[in-house]
C-alpha cells in the first residue's frame, strides 16, 4: 500500500545509508576499535571466556587449560558427566584443572604429550589450535593449495598442511594482522582465540556430532512466504538453524533512492515485530538489525525498463548485542530490488493525462480562431490524439529509478543455512 500511494504522488526521496555499530562489552582494555572487539565481547557475554578485574587481556597468550575450557563451553560439553580418570602426571584430582581436562580427554578433544603430561599453563600454538579445529570437524574434499596462497606456508609444518587446507576452506582460522600470513608456530593469543572460538561457535553445524552436545528439540516452520522453496527451522537447545531457501520479510530504517546510492554503500533494515515460527518458537527477535550491502546498482533503461538494485544481507544483530552470519538476498526475480507494475503504470498515466491536456487545448485552439462553432469538434479530436502521444511518450522514456520509504517491507530469502543463537539478554 505504501508503494501504491507512492506512486500516485510520484515522491521521492534521500538515499541515508548507516554503518552497522555493534553492541560493545564493558571491557577496560578492548575498546571499540580493537580488530577482535565483536568477537571478544561475544565470548565475555556468553561466558565462553572471562575478564580478569575487568580486562580481557587479549595480547596475553591462552594456556591449554584455557583453550580447553573455552571449546568445552562453545561445544555444550561443559557439564558434561566425568566418568574417565585423568592419566596425566601434571593434573592433579583435587585441582582446578581436573575437570576440564578430564571432559576433554574422554572425547578427544585435546591430548597430553608422550611423557604422560598435559602441561595445563602451557601455551598453545596457532597450528596446535588449527589441529584441534580440524580434528573434530566434519570431513570434507578440501584443496591443499589454499595454503600454498599465504606467504609464510613455508613455515607451516608438513603434519598440518592438511589441517589448515581443512580449517581455511571452512573459515575457522585467524590470520591477524597481516590477512597473507598464517604465522603457524607462533603462541596463540587470548584475541586470537576468541575469533577462532567465535566462529566455530557459528558454524556447529560442521562439527562431528561426537563432539558437541547439541540436542535437537524439533522442527518447526516459517510461514512468511507460501511461494519460499523451504520453511523448515531446526530448534536445538543451543541455537534456531533457518534452513536455506526460508523467506523473510524485513522492512527499510531509512530513506532509499537508487539515483543517489551506490555499489558498497550499508542498507539497514529491521523487523518490527518478533519473526516466529507457526509453533511459536520466536527466531528473530522484533528490533533485530539486518545489514546489507549494495552489490550492484543498474541505472533506468529506455522504453520503460526500471533500476535495479542488487543487494546482499550479510549481518545481523539481535537486541541483545549477539550478531548472526547470514546470506541472503531480494525474493524478487534476480535478486534485484525494483519498482512494481503499479509504479510504472502511475508514471505512464501521468504522461497520458497530462498528453490529453495538452492535446485539448490545442485542439480547442486549432478550432476556435477559424470557426467558434467548431470548439466541440477540436476538443474530440484533440483529447484522443494527445492521449495517444502521451502514452506513447510515456512507453519509451526511461524507466523510474528505486525509491523505497522507511518502513517499506520487502521479502529476501536464506540462500544459506543461517544459525540464530540463544540470547541470554
Not at 193 to 216: G, H, I, N, P, W
Not at 286 to 294: E, M, N, P, Q
Not at 365 to 370: A, T
Request: aromatic share 8%.
Amino acid at each position: 500500500m505504501k508503494k501504491l500511494l507512492a506512486g500516485l504522488l510520484v515522491a521521492g526521496m534521500l538515499s541515508i545509508t548507516t554503518a552497522p555499530v555493534f553492541a560493545a562489552a564493558k571491557i577496560k582494555d578492548v575498546d571499540a576499535n580493537y580488530w577482535a572487539q565483536t568477537e571478544i565481547a561475544e565470548v565475555v557475554e556468553d561466558s565462553v571466556m572471562f575478564l580478569s578485574n575487568g580486562k580481557f587481556n587479549p595480547e596475553a597468550r591462552i594456556s591449554r587449560v584455557d583453550f580447553v575450557t573455552a571449546l568445552l563451553k562453545v561445544l555444550g560439553q561443559s557439564n558434561a558427566a566425568i566418568v574417565t580418570d585423568v592419566p596425566y602426571t601434571d593434573v592433579a584430582k583435587s585441582g582446578a584443572d581436573h575437570d576440564s581436562i578430564a571432559r576433554s580427554q574422554q572425547i578427544g578433544l585435546v591430548y597430553g604429550y608422550p611423557d604422560g603430561t598435559f602441561r595445563p599453563n602451557g601455551s598453545i600454538l596457532r597450528d596446535e589450535a588449527q589441529s584441534v579445529i580440524s580434528h573434530i570437524t566434519i570431513d570434507g574434499t578440501v584443496d591443499n593449495s589454499i595454503v600454498s596462497k599465504f606467504s609464510d606456508s613455508n613455515k607451516v609444518p608438513n603434519w598440518a598442511k592438511n589441517v589448515y587446507a581443512k580449517t581455511l576452506s571452512y573459515g575457522i582460522y585467524v590470520n591477524h594482522p597481516n590477512e597473507n600470513e598464517l604465522r603457524p608456530t607462533e603462541d596463540l593469543t587470548r584475541a586470537e582465540a576468541a575469533v577462532l572460538l567465535y566462529r566455530l561457535s557459528k558454524k556447529l553445524d560442521l562439527v562431528k556430532s561426537q563432539y558437541k552436545s547439541e540436542t535437537v528439540l524439533g522442527t518447526e516452520h516459517l510461514n512468511v512466504s507460501k511461494k519460499a522453496p523451504n520453511n523448515e527451522v531446526t530448534i536445538t537447545n543451543l541455537r534456531k538453524i533457518v534452513k536455506e531457501g526460508n523467506v523473510l520479510e524485513i522492512e527499510f530504517t531509512e530513506k532509499f533512492k537508487s539515483k543517489l546510492a551506490s555499489a558498497g554503500d550499508t542498507i539497514v533494515f529491521t523487523n518490527p515485530e518478533d519473526i516466529v515460527t507457526e509453533e511459536g518458537t520466536t527466531v528473530f527477535p522484533a528490533g533485530s538489525k539486518f545489514y546489507g550491502t549494495v552489490l550492484n546498482i543498474q541505472d533506468p533503461q529506455w522504453f520503460n525498463k526500471n533500476a535495479r538494485v542488487y543487494t546482499q544481507i550479510t549481518k545481523v544483530e539481535l537486541p541483545c548485542g549477539k550478531t548472526v552470519d547470514m546470506n541472503a538476498k531480494p525474493f524478487y526475480k534476480d535478486y534485484a530490488l525494483k519498482e512494481g507494475p503499479w509504479m510504472t503504470a502511475g508514471k505512464v498515466a501521468l504522461y497520458t493525462v497530462g498528453g490529453t491536456a495538452v492535446g485539448t487545448g490545442a485542439g480547442v485552439g486549432f478550432s476556435f480562431i477559424p470557426n467558434p462553432d467548431k470548439v466541440g469538434t477540436g476538443v474530440a479530436i484533440g483529447t484522443p490524439v494527445g492521449a495517444g502521444v502521451g502514452l506513447i511518450t510515456g512507453l519509451v522514456t526511461p524507466g523510474l529509478n528505486y525509491v523505497a520509504h522507511e518502513g517499506e517491507e520487502i521479502q529476501v530469502i536464506l540462500l544459506d543455512d543461517t544459525s540464530v543463537p540463544q540470547c541470554n539478554k
